[in-house]
Structures are given as C-alpha cells and as structure tokens.
C-alpha cells in the first residue's frame, strides 16, 4: 500500500513539468498566431498606427516566474543596485582619455587593454550626474569598449541606481506584473539636430524622466525608471564645417523606458504604453 | 437399564476421551487477550510458497531506476543547450554591491586539464588527402604503418621536449622567394596540419594584446573575474620531415595552411640541404638544418586575410601564397592501399557521395576568390576558385607548378621525402637540435608547464598595468549621495 502511495506521489511529481511545459506551448502556439495577425496588419496598413504596443508580448515561460519574482524584488527595492535600474551611456573616447597626466602612452598594440581596463574607473564619473538628478547610489554594472579605428573606442557604461524618489506601492498589486514602456528624448533626422551633450543635458534628462514617472505613479500607483539611454552622437568633420563656428560636435541622443507593476487583468497594457508615449511627446522631451 | 454396568463404563470412557481431547485443544490456544484477538484478524493459512523468481521489487527498482536515468539524463542535456545569460539570470543572485572586494591577482589561477597530442586514428583517408598521426609515416608513394622502418632511434617529440637552441631570421617582406638553381632539387611538401605538438610558443604583442583585451572584456562586461588562461596564439605544432634523396642538393619548400609550425629534419648521410623556405600562416621554424643550409620563410597572413573562413588577398594583386589543394579522392577510387591519386576536382563525386556540410564547403571553395588578378595577368578575372590563384603566383615565384614533385597529406607526423632507405636513418631528437624560428615578439622553448606558466605571468602583468596597478580598478566602488 505504501509503495502505491510513494509511485503515485513520484509520478505526479514528473508530470507536473510535463504538464507545464505542455500548457506553456500551446500559449507560444497561441501567441505565435495572434503575432503573425498583427504583423500581417501592420503590413497590411489596417493596425492601429501604435507599432510596438500592438505586438502583444511572449507568453512567460514555466521558469520565468523565478525571473519574474527576482525582477520584483530587485525593483521594488530602494536600495538594491541591479540590471532592472539603470541609467546607460554610451561615449567616444581616445586613450588619452584614460592615462594619468603624468603617465606615458603605452604600447599602440596594448592600447585596447588599457581601453578595456580602465573603462569603469572612467565611466563611474559619470555616477556624479545621476546622484545630482535620481539616485542615492550608483554603481557600474559593467562597460563594453569597441576599438572604432585608430585610437577611437566607443564606451558603453551600465549604471545601476538606487531611486532617491518615491517608487510608489506595490503592495496593493495584487496578481502584478511589470509592463514597460518607453518615450524618446528629441526626435531628429540629423545629429545636429540633437541638443548638444553636456552635463547639464543629461541632467535636464534625468530630471524630466523622473518627473513622467512621478505622474505615471499618480495614474497607476507606481513607476520605475527602468533605464535611461544616453547616447552620444558625432557629428562628422563635412557636416561640422557647414554648422556655425563654435558647433559642439557631441550630440546628446536619448530614450527612456518606464517600469510600472499593474493587474494585467485589471489594466490593460496597451493602454499604458499608450498613456506613456502620450505623456513623453506632451511633455516635448 | 440405567443401572448397566458395562454402559455406565462405556459412557465413562467417552466422556474421558472427550475431556482428553478438549484437554489438547485448549492446550493449542493462544495465551492471552492480545495473542487471542491476533489470532481472530489472521486468516492466514501458513505462508504461501513463494518461488525466488515472483519477488518483483528489484525488476520494479530496476525500471524506476532507468526512469529516473532517462529524465535525469534528458534533464542535464537541455540544461546544458540553455543559453548561459539564461542560465546566468535565473540561477545567480542579484548583481548588488560589487565593490571590486573580489577582484586581486591572486583570483587569477589556471588548472591544466591535460592536452593530447596526436589524437584520431592512426590512418584516416579524407576526400582532402591521408590524415596520418604517428607512427604512421607519409611517402611518396602511399604511407608506411611505422615511422621505426625508416628511423633508427626513433623518439617522439613532445611538447614537452625542449630544443638544444633556438635562433632568429626576419621571414620576407616580400611576396616571393629565391627560384631553386638549375642544379637543385626542389622537394615540394604542402600539408593541412602537423599533428605532433610543438616544444616552443611564439606569438607578437598583437596577438598577446588581444588576448588580455577579450579577457578584460569579458571580465569589464559582467564584473566577474574569473580564470586566466595560458593561450594567446594557437599552440604551435611539429613534423617529423625525413630526407634521403642524394641526387642533388635539395630545395625544401614547407607549406602548410593550418597552425605555426616546426618543421623537424632529419637528412640521411649523403643528403644536403641547400635551402629551406617555408610558408605558413603564422610564425614557424625549422629543424635540423645543415651548416650550409639557408633559410626563408612567407608568413602568408602579412598578405592576406580571412573572411568566412576563406583566405583573401590583401590586395588584388598577384600576391597569394596561401597553400591550396585539389581534392583527392582516393577512398572512392578503386585503387590498392599506397597507390593514391591526385585527381582533379571531381565534384559529380562530391555531391554524390558528401553530406550538405561537405557540399557547403566544396561550394564555399568552388566560389573563388573575386577581383583578382592572379599573379601573370594583367586583366581583372571573374571569381577565380583560389587553387587557381595560388598555383599563378606559384608558377611566377618558383617557375613551376604548384603540384611539382608534390607531397601532400591533410596531416602527418612522418613524412619520408625520398625513396625509402635500405636502412633506417638516424632520427635526431629535438633536445639535441636548434631550430631556426621566424623572428616574432616572443618565442618561449622549454617544457609546456614553465612556457604556460610564463604565459600566464605575461598576461596578468600586462592586465595589472591596464589595470593602473591595481585589479580592484576593473571594478570601482559604487557613488553614493553623503549621508547627513
């Protein structure tokens, strides 16, 4: 009798991945065809003009719910410095940019070592800005240096942050899950349409952006500024010379994407990435 | 009546025989409450005979066991398809506070797992030549099962054999080599790979500047130090070149497509080595020379480059050294073993007979090389397959075509270039021989412990002065706002 008991506990015990997995599939085969119909809608003309909030998101795998709670925790944490809180940036540098003034240039076949290296102690500068506009901490969670012809590198720095504002309540979520949505900073056809890129530009950015999450939060209860994205823009020697003298060459690109934990069965989520590119382009970031 | 004497005594008798037998049967009963009501819930008759063969426990173990084996199995191997940022995500804690408290030297360590050499079968027959490792040795005519025939005192090199003495010379800068003299004889030898590994380690400072530069991105990317290892360049490897040919004075032209390597002679008495000249794709020696013996080399990749797996010239010139070869279909041939042929490119052959990623490589190589103009033309040519090419310039630089007096396995750790000796001819061992190497920025001889060891003290010093001195600076500690 016993034994009976333990073969039907063992095999219940498999099945449930089996039957997971199973259920999983059909809802990817479900999407995969809702999918397509938009796509063939888009093409076709006949969407709703709203691209990407149209497209509805892949179905959550059987192992995303580890992912998702950890995503929870690490967001909703005012102190935790992880992947879904950042601020990204991405720059031009020679490595000049990275020697000590006293210190000689090194070896032209070591240069992108030293690039590589000493990139993180150069990008944490850039951590002074976001604690002035958003943070109480910020960390570099990690660089990536691209060699771009002779002593150029293009620098790609993840800031993690602690928010120094107000996330909002969670608590009152009950079955949530984060919808993100995203807006971009001066729409431009050319770089130098792009406000030059200064420190005080990044900053009016961070600023604006924790400004539409505080009245996303008013709407919704919460807000997270998932990731700021900072890019730099150069504008070339051809297009320089036809700009009026004293043009900065640095241009200052830039999205944001907002995090908010609602009860999708409550609040649709087309509906906040609607709300959320309404109040970015409203706003005239 | 009821005074009858005998059945009175009649029924005394019965009436004892019926205590005696209630008697017995009390006698039988469990004492006791609890052994009374034990016996009331049994039913059981006695144990029923039980054969050896219906105990079912162990055939049902044995398939739970196989069960669990099958998931288990099927479990570790989609675990290991998963994508490691997957993994990376799910299994690890949040990235919190890294403050570089983790990252010092001494979090550099290496552990060697051990690298054979020479591995595969000893003989393997490929659309693209023998692929031989020792002791098979390749010949002229066909292969011999043991280089021992032709090698007296044979010793297998190993990459832990160190050189007598290794010397310098600056390889050509030029697309071209010394034409053999009328009076010499050119020995031609163009293989894939050696298979013996090298005793020696050569890479430039590029090539070691790469090295630490993808390892201080990987480790910048996710602020994980983690092991550093003791490659820059690939692992140089060596052939075993015997030479009995006394007719003239040789000309030995070494080429090989794969990785650097050591091209170790051994000449029979009566054989002189006038010239050696070798080209190769990155730094390569040569053994064993003679007194007299003068030495060149091409290092084809200053002249071109790769693309898709595929050699290219750097210029549209005629400068393409880079080794080809035609396919070599002697396994599909009806031909006896040590009677290969070298036929011209059979691709009906090949489509018949190869599966779609062979088919992908034939095509991949049928394409050719695009503007070009192969060395001797003075007109662009359409894509022009590169065995072509090469065989131009080849033809231009040494007056002959590139399959002249050839020897060509895919890989060999022998090769006998010459008729094969009455007797075996003395096999000098590398510990007693210099090797004349291509000039680079490093060139490391001794065991493969202290050359790795070396390698990795290079590359944790160079990742230290990038570092500013400190490996802390890969990973700064966090900003944070000063607390009132």
């Not at chain 2, 070494?254 to 080595?273: E, R, Y």
């Not at chain 2, 103009?373 to 630089?397: C, I, K, L, M, S």
């Not at chain 2, 202290?450 to 003290?457: D, S």
Request: hydrophobic share 40%; proline share 7%.
């Amino acid at each position: 009798m016993s034994m009976r008991i333990i073969s039907i506990a063992v095999g219940t015990v498999m099945a449930i991945p089996m039957i997971v997995m199973t259920v999983w599939g059909a809802q990817v085969s479900m999407y995969t065809h809702e999918a397509m119909a938009v796509n063939q809608q888009i093409i076709d003309g006949t969407d709703d003009q709203s691209a990407y909030s149209t497209i509805p998101d892949i179905p959550r795998g059987p192992l995303d719910w580890l992912r998702d709670r950890r995503e929870r925790n690490e967001t909703t944490s005012a102190t935790d410095l992880n992947n879904n809180r950042k601020v990204t940036i991405v720059e031009y540098h020679t490595i000049s940019d990275v020697m000590q003034p006293d210190e000689a240039l090194p070896n032209p076949a070591y240069q992108d070592v030293f690039m590589a290296a000493r990139a993180p102690g150069l990008m944490i500068n850039a951590c002074e800005n976001v604690l002035r506009t958003m943070a109480t901490k910020c960390d570099v969670l990690g660089t990536d240096v691209t060699p771009i012809g002779t002593n150029l590198y293009r620098v790609r720095a993840y800031l993690a942050y602690a928010p120094d504002y107000d996330l909002g309540d969670f608590s009152t979520v009950a079955n949530g899950d984060f919808v993100n949505g995203y807006t971009s900073f001066a729409e431009a056809g050319y770089i130098h349409e792009y406000p030059a890129d200064t420190p005080e530009q990044r900053a009016a950015y961070m600023t604006q952006a924790v400004e539409i999450c505080g009245r996303l939060r008013a709407e919704y209860g919460n807000c997270t500024v998932a990731n700021v994205q900072l890019d730099q823009r150069i504008i070339g020697d051809d297009d320089l010379a036809k700009l009026p003298p004293g043009t900065q060459p640095e241009r200052l690109e830039g999205q944001v994407s907002y995090a908010i934990f609602v009860d999708e069965t409550q609040i649709d989520r087309k509906q906040i990435r609607s709300r959320i590119e309404e109040l970015g382009l409203h706003d005239g970031i | 009546m009821a005074d009858d004497p005998g059945q009175m005594e009649f029924a005394a008798r019965l009436r004892r025989i019926e205590e005696r037998r209630l008697a017995d049967l009390e006698a039988q009963q469990p004492k006791g409450r609890r052994a009374r009501k034990a016996q009331e819930k049994s039913y059981d008759l006695g144990p029923a005979p039980v054969a050896r063969g219906d105990d079912v426990r162990l055939r049902n173990g044995i398939i739970w066991a196989g069960i669990f084996a099958v998931v288990g199995g099927a479990g570790f191997y989609g675990y290991k398809q998963m994508p490691e940022d997957y993994l990376a995500s799910l299994m690890t804690m949040p990235s919190g506070d890294a403050s570089g408290a983790g990252f010092s030297a001494a979090s550099l360590s290496w552990s060697r797992s051990g690298s054979p050499q020479n591995r595969g079968p000893v003989r393997e027959e490929t659309t693209w030549g023998p692929s031989l490792n020792s002791p098979a040795l390749m010949t002229i005519d066909g292969y011999e099962n043991d280089v021992q025939a032709v090698a007296a005192h044979f010793t297998l090199m190993t990459d832990d054999t160190p050189p007598a003495a290794i010397t310098t010379f600056a390889r050509n800068s030029d697309c071209t080599l010394r034409r053999p003299a009328a009076h010499e004889k050119l020995v031609n030898i163009r293989m894939d790979d050696a298979a013996l590994r090298a005793p020696v380690t050569a890479f430039s400072e590029g090539e070691l500047g790469q090295a630490v530069f993808n390892y201080a991105s990987a480790v910048t990317e996710r602020m994980r130090l983690h092991d550093l290892t003791p490659y820059v360049a690939p692992e140089m490897r060596a052939v075993d070149i015997y030479l009995t040919d006394t007719s003239a004075p040789l000309y030995l032209l070494l080429q090989n497509n794969g990785d650097g390597t050591v091209w170790n002679l051994h000449p029979a008495p009566g054989v002189t080595i006038a010239h050696v000249a070798s080209i190769t794709p990155y730094t390569s020696g040569v053994a064993g020379g003679q007194a007299d013996t003068t030495y060149e080399a091409i290092r084809f990749a200053d002249f071109a480059y790769t693309s898709d797996g595929k050699w290219l010239p750097n210029e549209e010139g005629g400068c393409y050294p880079v080794p080809q070869r035609t396919r070599y279909d002697g396994w599909t041939d009806a031909v006896p073993d040590n009677e290969p042929e070298r036929d011209a490119i059979q691709t009906q052959v090949a489509e018949e007979i190869a599966g779609i990623s062979f088919r992908n490589d034939l095509t991949k190589r049928s394409e050719g090389i695009n503007f070009v103009r192969p060395a001797g033309q003075t007109d662009w040519q359409p894509p022009t397959p590169e065995y072509v090419v090469y065989d131009a310039w080849f033809r231009t630089t040494l007056g002959v075509s590139a399959d002249f007096n050839l020897i060509s396995p895919r890989r060999a750790a022998h090769i006998l270039a010459g008729p094969m000796p009455t007797t075996p001819i003395p096999h000098r061992p590398m510990a007693e021989t210099t090797i004349h190497m291509m000039q680079d920025d490093y060139i490391l001889a001794g065991t493969l412990e202290t050359r790795e060891a070396e390698v990795l003290t290079m590359k944790a010093d160079l990742l230290l002065l990038a570092a500013g001195g400190d490996l802390a600076n890969l990973d700064p500690a966090p900003m944070e706002v000063p607390t009132q």
